[in-house]
C-alpha cells in the first residue's frame, strides 16, 4: 500500500516521492543497468537518464501498482538508446557476461555455462539471463521486453531445451 501511495504523490509533482519508490529499488535498477551497459559509469548515465524520463512522464503512469515494471522498461530503453548512440555493438550475452565475472567468482561451471549459453539465440539468452541471473518474474520480463507473457514463458522453455541439448540432454533438473 505504500508503493500506491507514494506513486500518487510523485504523479502529483513529489519528487521525495519519486526518489523514495527509486532507492527502494536501487540494487535491482542498477543490475539491470549493468547488465546492458557493462560498466558501472554507463550503468549510471542509464539510470539518470531514466530518473529524469519517470520525473518527466510518471502523470502519465495509469495503475500505481504497475511503477516497478513500467521504470524497469524505461531503464532497458534508456540503455538500448545510450547503447545506439554511442554506437556500441555490445550483446547482452557480451554484457551479462562482464556482470557474471564481477558477481561471481571465476570457475570452471561459470566459464562452461557461458559457452553453451553463448550458442544460443539472443532471445533465448535474453529472457534466460533475465530470469535466472535478474531473477526476474515472467511478468515483468514480458513488460520490459514488450512481449506477452506467454512468449516469454516459450522462449524460455525453447532456450532452457536448447541448453539442455548443449550440454548432451543432463542438466539432472538444475534449471
Not at 529524469?52 to 534508456?78: A, D, G, P, R
Not at 540503455?79 to 557480451?94: G, I, M, P, V, Y
Request: aromatic share 8%; hydrophobic share 35%.
Amino acid at each position: 500500500m505504500e508503493i500506491k501511495q507514494l506513486v500518487k504523490k510523485a504523479k502529483k509533482g513529489d519528487k521525495d516521492a519519486l526518489l523514495q519508490l527509486i532507492m527502494k529499488q536501487q540494487a535491482d535498477y542498477y543490475k539491470l543497468a549493468y547488465v546492458y551497459m557493462r560498466n558501472k559509469e554507463d550503468a549510471l548515465d542509464a539510470l539518470q537518464d531514466m530518473i529524469i524520463l519517470l520525473y518527466q512522464n510518471i502523470s502519465k503512469l495509469k495503475k500505481e501498482n504497475s511503477f516497478y515494471s513500467w521504470s524497469k522498461t524505461i531503464l532497458v530503453n534508456c540503455c538500448k538508446n545510450k547503447l545506439r548512440k554511442e554506437n556500441k555493438t555490445t550483446s547482452l550475452e557480451q554484457a551479462a557476461e562482464e556482470f557474471i565475472e564481477h558477481a561471481y567468482s571465476e570457475s570452471e561451471d561459470r566459464i562452461v555455462l557461458e559457452k553453451h549459453l553463448s550458442g544460443l539465440s539472443e532471445i533465448h539468452q535474453e529472457v534466460i539471463r533475465l530470469k535466472y541471473f535478474l531473477d526476474l518474474d515472467y511478468q515483468t520480463i514480458a513488460e520490459i521486453l514488450k512481449i506477452p507473457i506467454g512468449t516469454v514463458k516459450s522462449r524460455l522453455n525453447n532456450g532452457l531445451n536448447k541448453l539442455k541439448d548443449s550440454f548432451g540432454g543432463e542438466m539432472n533438473g538444475q534449471y
